[in-house]
């Protein structure tokens, strides 16, 4: 098998996988950072979103290869403290109820704010539209990201 160097939340990492496996196993079962979650499998859930060079995808269908050389971000590596504007924002308005999907949308709301600081109701359901929460929590996502927008300024 060949060996790739991944770099994920800014320390490189070595991995002996096969070519084609997808990124979230890398992430969860050799690296050890478990926070990143596995859903379905097709890239429709977001549940492993984690950021590439900086831009949100889905995990579970990025082959560990296509990954090499590039830096990936976690949930995990969004901030040491929890303090980012987007974590006190979901903890501050009680967003997750069972929290399975929380850290694929928090990956998404990082990405949308990083780009549009001042997000509308439109922006953010474009940017969230692909996460699926069972719980149903849309709207306390949304007024989060509201929230974190003015957290930010």
């Known amino acids: 098998m060949p ?6 939340n800014s320390k490189p990492y070595k991995v002996d996988v096969e070519p084609n496996m997808p990124l979230v196993w890398v992430i969860r079962d050799f690296v050890g950072l478990t ?18 060079e900086g831009n949100p995808i ?3 269908s990025f082959p560990a290869s296509a990954a090499a050389g590039k830096k990936i971000t976690t949930i995990e590596g969004i901030s040491q ?12 308005l009680q ?3 069972c929290g399975y999907c929380q850290s694929g949308q928090i990956m998404s709301a990082v990405a949308l704010l990083k780009n549009k600081p001042s997000p509308t109701d439109a922006d953010i359901d474009a940017a969230m539209q692909g996460n699926l929460c069972r719980c149903g ?6 007024t989060a990201i509201h929230r974190a927008a003015e957290l930010i300024k």
């Open 58 to 60: 889905r995990s579970c």
């Open 95 to 97: 967003v997750p109820q």
């Open 3 to 8: 060996v790739y160097e991944i770099n994920i």
């Open 81 to 92: 403290n929890v303090d980012h504007a987007i974590q006190k924002a979901w903890i501050e």
């Open 35 to 52: 926070g990143t979650k596995f859903g379905c499998g097709i890239a429709q859930c977001g549940a492993c979103t984690v950021h590439l």
């Open 137 to 142: 929590t849309y709207q306390r996502v949304r």
